[in-house]
Nanobody, 120 residues
Framework: QVQLVESGGGLVQAGGSLRLSCAAS??????MGWFRQAPGREREFVAA????????YYLDSVKGRFTISRDNAKNTVYLQMNSLKPEDTAVYTC???????????????WGQGTQVTVSS
């Protein structure tokens, strides 16, 4: 079964940038999604990308700031996050599923997550 490992999280000042990576191993990874969860809040969809990269979806509040991309030769998906805001602070988790979707239930395999903290 495919396994996902995120990296690239950290502490950054507001206005700064981070690039998250999600590396897949052990099997094929198809559509990919990034989700986030802040303390005391529900898990929230952030971005998704189809296997070909031709279809992408974004949470409205990150459009124009975040970019999801993938390199299938490296079995890796990226989330470039620019103009970060304190409200972007959360644990970011990648997931893979058959459908390019905004719904967590459509993803069957999840990574462990990486912490992103944006200071004001």
């Amino acid at each position: 079964q495919v396994q996902l490992v995120e990296s690239g999280g950290g502490l950054v000042q507001a206005g700064g940038s981070l690039r998250l990576s999600c590396a897949a191993s052990g099997g094929a990874f198809r559509s990919m999604g990034w989700f986030r969860q802040a303390p005391g809040r529900e898990r929230e969809f952030v971005a998704a990308i189809s296997w070909s990269g031709g279809t992408t979806y974004y949470l409205d509040s990150v459009k124009g700031r975040f970019t999801i991309s993938r390199d299938n030769a490296k079995n890796t998906v990226y989330l470039q996050m620019n103009s970060l805001k304190p409200e972007d602070t959360a644990v970011y988790t990648c997931a893979t599923g058959l459908a390019t979707s905004v719904r967590p239930d459509d993803y069957g395999v999840w990574g462990q997550g990486t912490q992103v903290t944006v200071s004001s």
